[in-house]
């Protein structure tokens, strides 16, 4: 496997990505995600089950989405701050690979364009 690089894009922003294989192992996560997970050990989850620092009823619903993966969009608010939360399945042609969860912060009003 090549070696991390020590400077990784993803991790210069606020905006978290979480990638887990197809069992839910947790295989890569930024620094975001590591931040908002450091209660549950941060970059030590890599490797562990994602499942492990997820409450339910989100438990239960990424199990569904290892079974049967489809896209999962929805909006929390949590201590004031809202975020859109994007659970994408990964695929390699047509075998699955896991799932990345986007976490994207969100103002308190954002402008809305249709642009036809």
């Not at 562990?48 to 620092?53: E, R, T």
């Amino acid at each position: 496997m090549p070696e991390q690089p020590t400077y990784r894009w993803m991790d210069g922003i606020q905006v978290a990505f979480t990638y887990c294989d197809e069992t839910g192992q947790i295989l890569d996560m930024n620094r975001a995600s590591a931040d908002s997970f450091a209660d549950d050990g941060g970059t030590h989850l890599i490797g562990q089950s994602v499942l492990a620092c997820h409450p339910e009823p989100a438990r239960t619903k990424i199990k569904e989405l290892l079974e049967h993966p489809v896209l999962n969009v929805y909006t929390i608010e949590k201590t004031g701050h809202r975020k859109m939360i994007y659970q994408v399945p990964v695929w390699d042609g047509e075998v699955f690979k896991g799932i990345v969860e986007i976490t994207l912060p969100l103002p308190d009003s954002i402008p809305h364009f249709v642009r036809d």
